[in-house]
């Protein structure tokens, strides 16, 4: 049987925003496809809704959060984006509701993205592989929260800061999302793929026993060819679900 295809991204934006739980969530797999669009001349920021700090068994969080930071860091410059901020959620107990989505109404507003790029907001990855509550509450935060900074009445004190509205997100995209609709070709991002997700070295070797540039190179091929190449002509592909707006 041949799987269904996806279809190729939109390719008429210049920004694009990324809006994640956690340090680590868009290397897996999204970094690959920043790298393809950055090389494209396009502008790619990130936003982290917190720092990661209760990700490392071994590591307390103060310890854990500013390494952790350091890492996303060194991820994103690999692959050109432009900018990557932290709020200060907490990590495990992300709450979705209205702070949250304030907070990224207003990320939003200072980005003026055409892109939003989130992370599987579905309860589980398919089947019965269960979610984690941050990718949840972040995921759908992200896709209200195009909404919300574009209407001036929902949180009106932003605008007393700056932030004046930005109704210009045309399409919410969901990286992991169990649902793919499109797909974009990460053939020469896949090798920058490879190198950001392996920033996260602490982060790695607290995970598994195999060697990080194993782990990488391996999630990386599985992301990207076992999952989506198949429905997008064979070629390494990220997948993500498309929400137009
Ligand atoms: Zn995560």
């Keep these: 049987m041949v799987a269904e295809q996806l279809e190729p991204m939109p390719t ?34 990130y936003l982290l809704a917190t720092r990661g700090e209760a990700g490392i068994d071994g590591i307390p969080p103060e310890e854990s959060a500013e390494l952790r930071e350091r890492e996303q860091r060194a991820s994103a410059a690999v692959v050109g984006a432009s900018t990557v901020r932290f709020l200060d959620h907490h990590d495990g107990v992300i709450e979705y509701g209205t702070a949250l989505r304030r907070d990224l109404a207003a990320a939003i507003r200072e980005h003026r993205p055409e892109l939003l790029i989130t992370i599987n907001h579905h309860d589980t990855w398919g089947a019965r592989a269960w979610n984690t509550p941050d990718h949840r509450a972040v995921g759908r935060a992200a896709l209200d929260a195009a909404g919300d900074s574009g209407n001036r009445w929902i949180f009106p004190d932003l605008a007393d800061n700056g932030l004046v509205p930005w109704d210009g997100v045309r399409w919410v995209a969901v990286a992991g999302s169990p649902q793919p609709t499109h ?27 195999t060697s990080p540039e194993t782990y990488a190179r391996n999630v990386l091929e599985s992301i990207t060819g076992g999952g989506a190449a198949p429905q997008f002509g064979g070629r390494p592909a990220l997948a993500f679900e498309l929400f137009p707006r």
């Design 12 to 45: 008429e934006w210049t920004r694009a925003l990324a809006v994640v739980a956690h340090p680590d969530d868009i290397e897996y797999g999204t970094a690959a496809a920043v790298a393809v669009w950055t090389d494209a001349g396009r502008e790619v920021s």
């Design 183 to 209: 797909a974009v070709d990460v053939t020469d991002g896949f090798e920058r793929g490879v190198s950001s997700l392996l920033e996260h070295r602490a982060y790695i070797e607290g995970l598994t026993d």
